[in-house]
Each structure stands twice: as C-alpha cells, then as structure tokens.
C-alpha cells in the first residue's frame, strides 16, 4: 500500500461517486471537459477522493471511454485521490496500466446477486480478489485494492442479508489481500438501527483500517443512513453531488447519498470536512447544464446557503 | 385534560401538519371534499393524529376557512384526535368553540422571532397561554392546550439557541398551565447531534408526559433528526404527506419532514406506526391532483414501494 494513507486517521472523508456510480445508469453524461471542471472545482471546493469511471469496454459504456484521462487529470490536483471500479480481470490490468489509485472490486453479499450481476459465484469472485492483488503487485503497483460488497444491507433479490454473512465476506476479502473493504446499501433497504448494526461490526474488524460506507437514498434514509454510520466509527463515506445516479430496480428513484447534504450534516455533527458548501452547491450547475434531463437530487441546495452556517463558519 | 389520552405511552405517534402547516404558504389548497378524502384516507391507514388548521381570519387564510368543518370531520372518524393552531385569544375561543380536540399556541425560543412573528413579547405570549387555559377551563373543555416552541434549534433572526433557554421556556409554559410541549425547527437549521442534546433535556423535563418534535427537512436532515430524537426519547412527530410546506425564510425549499419517509424510518428502527406505507404513498395523489403547482417531497414515493418491507411485513 502507499507510504502516505490517502485516508487519514480520524477525519471523516467524503468521496464523490458521481463519476462512476452516477453515470452508471444515466442515458446522458457530462463532456470530459466538463467531467474535468466538475472535479476541478470540486478539488478546489477541498474534495479530495473521486471515484473516476468503470474500466469496461467503451463500446458499451461510453460514459467511461474517458476514464484514463480522468485518472490522469485527477493525478494533477494536489492531495487528489482516484479511485476505479473493476469487474473482472481485464478491467484490473487495465486500471493498474492507467496508474489509477484505488482499484474497487465488486462483491455482491447475496449468492444470487453475484450469480445475476457478476455471472459468477461468490468464491469465483474472491479468487478474483486475489488475482487483482497478485496482478498489482506484480506490476509494482502501490494502487490500493478495495471490495465494495454490494446488497450488504438488504438484497433486491433475496431480502435479508445478516450482518454475520457481510463480516464473513470481508475477513474473506482481507484473507485475499485486501487493502479496503467498503459495505454498500445499493438499493436503499437500510433503515439507521441496521447500518448502525453492521457498522459497529466492521468498525470492530478493521481496528485502525479505514472501511468505506457506501449509501443510496432510495427510500429517504440516506443522511439518517450516515449519521447512523458516523457514529458506529465509520470515517469514509462515498456520496455524490445532487445525488446523480438511480436504481436500477426502482426506475426515477433517489440515486447516491447527497454529497452537500452529508456536508452539513458532519459539519453540524462536530465532523468538519473541510469543503466549502457554498463552492458545492454551485458546481451542481454543471450537471443541470451538462445532463438536463437527470433529476438533481437534495433539498440543502434548494433552501440555499443555509445563514447559520455561514456565521458559524464566519465566527470558527 | 382528557381521560383517556390521545398520546399512547412508549408508542411512537406521526401527526400529520400538513392540513395547516403544509398550507400555511402555498398559494393553492385543496377543495374542502379534497381535505376530506385525505384525512379519511390517512385515517383508514392508520394515521389518528391531525392539524386541521389554523384559527385565523378567513379572509386572509382562505386555506383555513373550512378548519370547522374539518374538526367535525376529524370528530367522526374512531380514535382520532384533532389539533389546531391559534395565535391570539379570540383564536383560542374560536377554537374552544369548535370542539378541537387539542389547541396549539406559538411561542418563539428567540425574542426577536417573537416580536417579529406575533408581535409581543415572549413574556406577552406566556401570558396568553394562561389565559387560553383559563379559558378552556372556563368553558368546560377537556381540549389539550399545547404550545410549540418555534425556532428551538437556531432562529433565522438571531442564529444560534440554546438548548438551556428552550428548557427554561418549556418550564414557564407548564407553570403557565400547558398540556403540551413541542420543540419545532422551524428553518431547518439543526443536524442530529443538536436535535438530540435538546430532545435529552425535553425528556428529562417532561418524564412520563409527551412532547412533541416538530421537524422541516429544509436542509435535509429532516429524517436523521427525527432518528436522532426518537433515540432521545421522543415520542410524538410532525409530519406531512409529501413533505407538503416550504420554509418562509427560503423559497422552493423542502417544509415538513416527510410523513411516508419517517413510516420506513420508524419500521426499520422497531417503532411500529400502525400505518400502511403503501396506503400512504397512494394518497399523495390527491395533492397532485389539487395542488399540482406544488412540489411534493420524498424519496420513498419515487422508488415505490419498497419490497423488502412488503415481505418483513408479510412475514411479520
């Protein structure tokens, strides 16, 4: 792993996901030179971590075709942190040639899922684990290797998912070689007694380790979601300007958590992130511009800079 | 006060505000066979608790000149319970007169809001709260006489407050002879942590008796405050079908918490409501229907019924 943690001990981090996870579904998607501003003005505004795209093939996902030049756009900003979804192998060579930071691997907690989504069982898909960490350290890589378990509160197809069998999976993903593991609510089940539930149960895992909590809004919970979490320990959570992304089983539905809603949320939770609001409200106009027919989502932009925040940041 | 109280103890109760609240700035407003149908609706779904409106001038608040009509309404549907809003004595009377079954008086946590929003003093306004007791007791009445403190969290006037004065000014009201407290961010401005330091001290204060959290989601943490103050001990939520309302200090803003959104809340952290979500979500079209000009909130609507839920309540 890197000398230097992107991810320092005891600050909360908030990732923006909207390149990757709110492209995923979207029929429109922002010009790279857009993609490029968004991110500028969003590291200016003191995001740090970005995930930047899927390695897959262009052809069927041209929303990421740009995904090198996002790498290495991210690569320029100081302190910026890239982060790549990969899907099976060749997605994880490619990653490591385009020297992403972070390369996230995707296991589903539900049998089924895996079967519907990666075309593979769930052991195929930790041998997989290995492979990728074996492939980056071959190539002398110091990416980070990181499991999203997706479905790790509720599967859309088989219901109940316990908080033993998401545990299980990631000491299983840590025996691999992970360096990261990330739990992911992917279609919004979660209610904040479960998050808080299985949060206090990888904070327990991961000792001083980072883990990421990654939330969908899909039924409202998204900001109680993540307070919830804050509290278990959790530190690393991912999100999204306006909310972009969907559902893929609930079409019109809430995307990611709100990136500027979780901004006042840990800034009025003693959490301070360091990004300035008011920069971030304003970026969402490049998604109004660049995808007009995608609902933005979050309600903090729509009442404005809230007053009291300002005199509160004014007086700190 | 009632023999038989509308307020269960350890039950959570959602009421819905927005027949007054929700209506309070929108410039349409359902016909009065419109309010009917939502209220019947709600009531068949489990909902027992409704803001009918305010006392005010009919020919300034045109949106509340039927709130007699709808007390009666309220009056003839099995274990429900009827509030309404008065700002002055003759309110008061006007609403002794109508039978509702509990009275709400606006007190302000600021002094400033105070004078600006009622035009007297907070001294002035703890004055006629004893007089609206008297009254009642005057009259005979068995009616609840409840005050809401606005601006508990933060006033758009004079910024931050604190958690001691809303204390204080809870006690000054029971001295006064009130039933009820409720503690109301009215803008928007709390995150969890403060919804749940001033929900302990209401707690403690009040023992045994209910109050009432009376949340906006202008900012967005309307949910994770509700979550916060229901691990605080709080029993009694406003709320509004679809979020209805906005924020007077911020146009376009999201109003009241969303009531379908805290249903799912409540379910997931094992505070049954006895409400039918489904039911819920369907009766949104009635404000679609008449108030189309109106945005309607939530994020639970969009994603549609969630199935998960559906099966644990199946099963349950």
């Keep these: 792993m890197r000398a230097m943690s992107p991810y320092p001990a005891g600050r909360p981090v908030l990732r923006e996901v909207g390149l990757r996870d709110g492209l995923q579904l979207t029929r429109s998607f922002p010009a790279t030179t857009a993609k490029a501003e968004w991110i500028r003005r969003e590291h200016a505004a ?13 052809s069927r996902f041209p929303q990421f075709a740009d995904v090198r030049e996002i790498v290495d756009l991210v690569s320029t900003l100081e302190g910026a942190h890239s982060v790549g979804l990969v899907l099976n192998e060749r997605g994880a060579r490619d990653a490591l040639q385009a020297a992403v930071d972070e390369i996230t691997v995707v296991l589903s907690a539900s049998e089924a899922h895996n079967l519907a989504n990666a075309h593979r069982s769930r052991e195929q898909s930790l041998a997989e684990i290995a492979t990728t960490v074996r492939l980056r350290d071959d190539a002398g890589s110091t990416a980070i290797v990181g499991v999203g378990i997706a479905m790790a509160f ?3 197809l088989s219901g109940d998912v316990e908080p033993d069998e998401v545990v299980r999976l990631a000491e299983r993903c840590l025996e691999a070689g992970a360096d990261m ?5 992917t279609v919004g089940f979660g209610g904040p007694k479960q998050i808080a539930a299985l949060c206090r149960r ?7 380790r980072p883990y990421v909590v990654h939330l969908h809004d899909t039924r409202g919970m998204g900001v109680a979601n993540a307070a919830a979490a804050l509290d278990a320990g959790a530190r690393i959570f991912d999100a999204s300007l306006g909310g972009l992304g969907g559902c893929p089983f609930a079409p019109g539905a809430s995307g990611n958590v709100v990136l500027e809603d979780l901004v006042y949320l840990f800034e009025t939770s003693g959490s301070p992130t360091g990004i300035d609001l008011e920069a971030l409200i304003g970026i969402r106009g490049i998604l109004e511009h660049e995808m007009s027919g995608e609902p933005l989502h979050g309600t903090l932009a729509r009442a404005g800079p809230p007053p009291l925040f300002r005199w509160r940041a004014a007086s700190a």
């Design 46 to 58: 003191g995001v740090r971590h970005f995930e930047v795209g899927s390695f897959l093939p262009a």
């Design 154 to 156: 509720g599967c859309s």
């Design 181 to 185: 593991i990330g739990v992911a609510d």
């Design 202 to 208: 990888m904070t327990a895992l991961m000792g001083d």
